[in-house]
């Protein structure tokens, strides 16, 4: 059960109070539970997860952090920019071994085929 009058941040109550969508406000009041510390479990954080990174909800995961934590969402940001950029050196690191791996080939093939 969802006890709506324990909300604590204001985006959240200003998301209730303009939203009519049940569900998507017992969201946002889990996603505030969770960066409370209210929720543990492994459950807890799977469905955190599922929620906290869809489309829909990442704006406002970062909105209720922004209010309620805003050391921890500096942490996750950067966190994230570093998994970006290692991903991005990753990709070119791949597509210059796959470019070269290409050209050798097609160099060796071409010796054996005269």
């Excluded at 796959?98 to 060796?108: L, Q």
Aim: proline fraction near 2%; avoid cysteine; hydrophobic fraction near 35%.
């Amino acid at each position: 059960m969802v006890d709506y009058t324990k909300i604590r941040s204001e985006y959240v109550k200003r998301q209730m109070n303009s939203s009519e969508d049940r569900t998507f406000i017992e969201n946002l009041i889990y996603l505030e539970r969770f960066v409370l510390g209210e929720i543990p479990g492994v459950y807890a954080n799977q469905k955190f997860h599922h929620i906290a990174n869809s489309y829909e909800y990442i704006g406002h995961y970062y909105a209720i952090l922004h209010e309620l934590d805003p050391k921890q969402l500096i942490t996750i940001l950067k966190r994230k920019t570093q998994t970006v950029q290692r991903v991005s050196e990753q990709e070119m690191k791949w597509k210059t071994e796959s470019e070269k791996t290409w050209f050798e080939m097609k160099r060796k093939l071409r010796a054996e085929m005269g």
